[in-house]
């Protein structure tokens, strides 16, 4: 029993029209989604990922717009690294960022990676990693970036923690990472980032990790991360790990059936929420493949509340691409 790698993440935004129009028409993602948050059904919840909506490809979104501003620090994810074929198409990036007005750094090196750090219009730390080629993903066809350009899917998150050894616990012996490498923090920094990696390392397996007495509370809103998922592959080893989570002493929720995938969560001791997501069945159970994202979907357990869901959420149209 092995977690195969990252499954999504899920993230704030205040201003949903202007994240559609971000993550679909400068980043190029598909909305494969358009749908609510079940435990919320007055905010949108919009999923974009690759032309298919493959796990381990999914960028999601709460609509919360009366959130506070997002303060990264201690119990955060810090940055989500998102993958990119070679370090051309980095260079291709580079422009396409500056293009758009979106402030970013260059190509640079890290961990002996070549990336681009960059912000969406909300704040979030974001990363573009070149992954050289590596399988996965299926950039859209109709995406206003070049297929061959597109990007792949999720790279790594960031986590930021005062002490590591409770989180690099949940993440080895309950999780089953491998403690895999480190790297500096920052230039002359005497912080360490700790990369911790599942299903034998690669991109969309890692988990980077900088922990410290440095590090002061983060606070969850507009332009933060809310969670990240991991992958399993069925529901046999999702219950398997729902049971092993509890046996390990940790507050995991039974199993909630989300209808696109089945989850689990729970809270690691640095305050990180993690959700446990299997692969299937997908975006494409209540909608065509080539029609995904274009209405508001509902799962049958909500349909008979279209009307009243309908009425409590702002307009929000998918735009054509650029």
Not at 50 to 76: R, Y
Not at 199 to 212: C, I, R, W
Request: no cysteine.
């Amino acid at each position: 029993m092995q977690l195969t790698g990252l499954h999504h993440m899920t993230a704030v935004t205040g201003q949903a029209a202007q994240n559609l129009a971000f993550y679909t028409q400068v980043l190029g993602l598909r909305l494969v989604k358009k749908t609510v948050n079940q435990d919320d059904v007055s905010a949108y919840h919009l999923f974009y990922a690759d032309g298919e909506g493959n796990a381990g490809t999914e960028v999601t979104f709460f609509d919360w717009p009366h959130a506070a501003k997002n303060i990264n620090g201690a119990g955060s994810i810090a940055r989500t690294a998102l993958r990119a074929p070679s370090r051309a198409a980095l260079d291709w990036w580079a422009a396409r960022l500056t293009a758009a007005g979106v402030s970013h750094t260059g190509v640079f090196e890290v961990d002996s990676q070549a990336l681009i750090h960059f912000t969406d219009p909300e704040g979030q730390s974001l990363a573009l990693v070149n992954d050289n080629g590596a399988p996965g993903g299926q950039p859209w066809a109709h995406s206003p970036v070049p297929v061959e350009m597109g990007i792949r899917g999720l790279h790594a998150v960031t986590l930021k923690v005062r002490d590591l050894r409770p989180t690099a616990w949940v993440l080895t012996e309950v999780l089953g990472f491998e403690r895999a490498r480190e790297y500096p923090a920052a230039a002359d920094s005497p912080h360490r980032v700790v990369v911790f990696a599942t299903a034998g390392g690669g991109p969309g397996t890692e988990v980077h990790v900088e922990a410290g007495a440095h590090l002061t509370p983060g606070r969850l809103g507009r332009g933060g991360v809310h969670h990240i998922a991991f992958r399993t592959p069925n529901d046999e080893e999702h219950r398997a790990w729902q049971a092993r989570i509890a046996r390990m002493g940790l507050n995991v929720t039974p199993v909630i059936d989300r209808y696109y995938f089945k989850s689990i969560y729970f809270r690691e001791p640095g305050g990180i929420l993690y959700e446990i997501a299997t692969d299937g069945p997908g975006f494409a159970t209540d909608e065509p493949m080539d029609r995904l994202g274009e209405r508001l979907a509902l799962p049958p357990f909500l349909e008979p509340r279209r009307a009243e869901i309908e009425a409590g959420l702002r307009p929000l149209h998918v735009e054509p691409p650029l």
